[in-house]
Nanobody
Framework: QVQVVESGGGLVQPGGSLRLSCAAS????????MGWYRQAPGQQRDIVAS???????TYADSVKGRFTISRDNAKNTVYLEMNSLKPEDTAVYYC??????????????WGQGIQVTVSS
C-alpha cells in the first residue's frame, strides 16, 4: 500500500507564512512528479505547484514569487513554503504524487487534504 499524508496546515494572518509537508510512504519503487493542489469552497481543484524528480518546478501564476515547492527524495517528502499569504489563498490543500509501487503499478496518489485559512 502507498499512502500520502499532508501536515502543516492551519490558521495564519495575512502576510504570514506556512510550510506544508507531504510524505509518501509504503511500497514505493519510484516517485515521479509531486505537486500541490488547492480547492476553495465552490471552486475547482487547481494546481498550485509541481516538481519533477529532478527538481524542475512550475507554479500557478497566483502564487509565483510567494510560494516555493521543494522535495527531499531521501524522505519521499515534498514541501510547500507559503509566504506573504493572502485571504484568497484560503483553501483545502492537497498533495499529489505519481508513484510506481514495488509491485510495478503506477498511479496518482492523493493526500487527504489539509485546511489553510488566511484571516485576521
Amino acid at each position: 500500500q502507498v499512502q500520502v499524508v499532508e501536515s502543516g496546515g492551519g490558521l495564519v494572518q495575512p502576510g504570514g507564512s506556512l510550510r506544508l509537508s507531504c510524505a509518501a510512504s509504503g511500497s514505493i519503487f519510484n516517485i515521479y512528479n509531486m505537486g500541490w493542489y488547492r480547492q476553495a469552497p465552490g471552486q475547482q481543484r487547481d494546481i498550485v505547484a509541481s516538481i519533477t524528480s529532478d527538481g524542475a518546478t512550475t507554479y500557478a501564476d497566483s502564487v509565483k514569487g510567494r510560494f516555493t515547492i521543494s522535495r527531499d527524495n531521501a524522505k519521499n517528502t515534498v514541501y510547500l513554503e507559503m509566504n506573504s499569504l493572502k485571504p484568497e489563498d484560503t483553501a483545502v490543500y492537497y498533495c499529489a504524487a505519481t508513484i510506481r509501487a514495488t509491485t510495478g503499478g503506477r498511479g496518482d496518489y492523493w493526500g487527504q487534504g489539509i485546511q489553510v485559512t488566511v484571516s485576521s
